[in-house]
């Protein structure tokens, strides 16, 4: 069975500063990978996802997020946070062929202005 | 909008009673999940339509629970006999149909928050 583990389970951040959430998952296969945000009062959205191809994937408001094969990893990173990116981030995997998105349970960011 | 939405936005309920929750998907979107967010378990898989048909319903926590979904557009999850534990938000997703055997993108729905009193 498909699992997906996020360590981080709120984060406090200033302005300006980098983020890294982690993000791995267990899962011998091919998997697409998806981080999707919770902004408060509001309902999931897709930041970026990750199919095939280049590792490296680039989002929405400035967020990318590295794909690592080996290490089950898939990392969302943003190289200057805004006080508007506080929100709820899940990482999620979906295995080939399987329809159902297992999620992480989610990190929740907080940026202090 | 363009969005999947669903119905009621908020629920209330007393223990023991039956309740429906509703999704509507996204135009031409021919797939269609539920997932529940709790504060004790996240985000959890349900159950997912392909067209009208539930090729898998291994999300569903008890025979309470049960979807069924017409015309292979809207969607009703229902729960009888409600407890207390079923209080969490209930959300609805859609997507495209496959494409060179992988899904496509889940796009979420604003979820019905259920309380069970």
């Known amino acids: 069975a498909q699992s997906v583990s996020q360590h981080n389970h709120h984060v406090i951040l200033s302005e300006a500063a980098s983020l890294e959430l982690g993000c791995n998952y267990s899962y011998g296969g091919t998997v697409n990978l998806f981080w999707y945000v919770q902004y408060p009062g509001q309902h999931l959205q897709l930041l970026l996802k990750?199919?095939?191809?280049?590792?490296l994937v680039k989002g929405i408001k400035g967020f990318e997020a590295e794909f690592i094969k080996s290490k089950f990893s898939f990392n969302l990173r943003k190289p200057s946070v805004q006080w508007s990116d506080t929100a709820e981030y899940f990482c999620?995997?979906?295995?080939?062929?399987?329809?159902?998105?297992?999620f992480g349970t989610g990190t929740r960011l907080t940026i202090i202005p | 909008g363009a969005g999947v939405s669903q119905s009621p936005s908020n629920k209330v309920t007393e223990k023991g009673k039956d309740v429906e929750l509703r999704c509507d998907p996204i135009?031409?979107?021919?797939?269609l999940y539920w997932y529940r967010q709790s504060l004790g378990q996240g985000l959890e898989f349900l159950i997912y339509f392909q067209g009208n048909s539930a090729p898998d319903k291994s999300g569903l926590p008890s025979d309470r629970f049960s979807a069924e979904r017409t015309g292979g557009s809207v969607s009703t999850l229902t729960i009888q006999r409600t407890q207390q534990e079923d209080s969490a938000v209930y959300l609805c997703a859609s997507s495209l149909p496959p494409s060179g055997g992988r899904r496509d993108t889940q796009y979420f729905g604003p979820g019905t928050r259920l309380t069970v009193l």
């Open positions: 999620a995997v979906n295995a080939f062929g399987n329809e159902k998105l297992t």
């Open positions: 135009s031409g979107h021919t797939a």
């Open positions: 990750y199919f095939s191809g280049d590792p």
